[in-house]
């Protein structure tokens, strides 16, 4: 079992930036792939991105190519997802999840809320 916790998320304007944090513990960190999703209201959950074990490979969806980037911290035990030039479409709630990639599904945390204003 992995239990994960996001942070960082909060309101800011179009074209700015945020940075979300999954801080994980429980079973080794490091034997997971993990990837970051969101689901803004009246839609379904979309993945964004994801990462391996290592670090070595990285996968994104075309709508946050360029703009997001997924890290992680094995010593930490915490995910990243650095998010620039911000749109107003970006708003939703993030979700950070475990399991395998390219789209670990298996362990999730609780969301964290980001709003994007125009």
């Known amino acids: 079992q992995v239990q994960l916790v996001e942070s960082g998320g909060g309101l800011v304007q179009a074209g700015g930036s945020l940075r979300l944090s999954c801080a994980a513990s429980g079973r080794t960190f490091s034997g997971y792939a993990m990837g970051w999703f969101r689901q803004a209201p009246g839609k379904e959950r979309e993945f964004l991105a994801a990462?391996?074990?290592?670090?070595?490979?990285?996968s994104y969806a075309d709508s946050v190519k360029g703009r997001f980037t997924i890290s992680r911290d094995n010593a930490k035990n915490t995910l990243y997802l650095q998010m620039n030039s911000l749109k107003p479409e970006d708003t939703a709630v993030y979700y950070c999840?475990?399991?395998?990639?390219?789209?670990?599904?298996?362990?999730w945390g609780q969301g964290t809320q980001v709003i994007v204003s125009s």
């Open positions: 990462i391996t074990w290592s670090g070595g490979s990285t």
């Open positions: 999840a475990a399991g395998s990639y390219p789209r670990p599904k298996s362990y």
